[in-house]
């Protein structure tokens, strides 16, 4: 999309907006809709729009293929690990008391907020996976045919 | 008779139930596995719509309470249980969907088509091929 | 009253859309109205309350998918092949089954309901209990991720097991097999 100026430019201006909507919807998750599937396929979005618009190569310079794999896995690591620190305290699997005895429901915010961010990465991870995955394998239409 | 109260209360049910046969038509009665996919969505999308007219209360709003924690016990709150199962269910969607277009992807490379008919005649025409060559190998006439 | 309207309105764009669908071969053009479903399903879900299910359903339906969509359009073709086959069957099997949803629908209690079977249980208890015991405004993010929590590592190991899967049909990790490279790996 080398002849697409206006694109390229908006593209540009966009991007940091996107990720910082996406921040926000993930931690603004707990008070008004959003939470970490939002925000995943949103962040997801920002990286995709950018490898549309100037080439695959661009965007893996920036998000390179081997650490999105490692984040799809990551993400749902931290999901378990946080059932699983609980389990160490005494408690039940994520059962989110535990991070915080006296308080419990200060214990429930940092267990929602710790479950999330697994969410937000692994949608993110495995979003921006599967269009590389696609965006890689040549087209059998080309550019003009459509 | 059914009245009009109940007509009104179902009709949406209905409604959803032509948007869902309208999904499971395409799936049935078309060839072309992109479009199969996309009738495939089509029924799951009147699905989740199902779901969460379940948990809908009239008169209710969306189950976040004010960010004080000031609760009105007079204001209605709409069920936030089938929210919670179909905004997982969404994502899950999407990303089964891509499972399957990529499916189709590999499909297209190996039959150089993605027309379930087609597909279905090379196949066929390999199983004739196989069972000939198996005939001959056991020394009968295929 | 004006919910209905609205309801009723949105439905008909809804089976409008469904229906272009149905009838559309060129590809492109079912990939846009698939987004213009997602577009209209989320506004449906706006109305009914569901404001969580309308951002995910305008995020991914009418983002991601679109361009999952066009990408394997790009892989494959773009035009549908005009099929020999009847309309007659499926036609019929739909109607059957629809016929069988609409009779199983019709002991249902009314739309918007607020005494029926799913507004009692446990999703009272989860409204009620929430705010002494978790203190977040949000109760389907308290739902999804502390009441039903081991529910969503499912789903997200779902989501995980999914793109790896994707990964392992069409990733361009594994050196790309061409028809020259079979031979070769056959010979040696």
Redo the contacts between chains.
Sequence with gaps: MRHHLILRVVTKLLIGPIILFALYVQFHGDFSPGGGFQAGVIMAVAFILYGIVFGLEAVQHVFPSWLVHKLMALGVLIFAGTGVASLFLGYDFLDYGAFSPHHPSHGQHWGILAVEFGVLVTVTGVMVAIYYAFAMRRPAISDEEW | MPDI??I????????F??????????V?????L??K???L??FQ?AV??FY????????????????D?E?DPSV?????????L??????????????G??????I?EEYE???E??ILKIETDLVHVENKILGEAMGGRA | MLETFINLGLFVMLVATAVAITRMRRLFGVTMMASVFSLLSAMLFVTLDAVDVAFTEAAVGAGISTVLMLSTLTLTSRIEKPTTRSPLVPLVVTAITGAAIIYGTLDMPNFGDAHSPAQVGVAARYMAESPTDIDIPNVVTVVLASYRGFDTMGETAVVFTAGAGVLMLISGLRRRRRKGDDKKEETS
Excluded: C, Q
């Design positions: 109260e109940y009104l209360g179902h009709m949406n049910y209905w409604l139930t032509v948007l869902m046969m309208t999904g499971l038509y395409i049935v009665a078309k060839g072309n992109i479009k996919i996309v009738g969505n089509l999308t989740f719509m969460i007219s379940l948990g809908k209360v009239t008169g209710g709003t969306a189950p976040i309470f004010p960010v924690m609760i209605a709150y709409s069920n936030p249980l089938p929210h919670v179909i905004l997982t269910a969404i994502v899950v969607g999407i990303a089964t969907t891509s499972l277009l990529a499916l189709i992807v590999r297209r088509t993605i027309e008919d087609e």
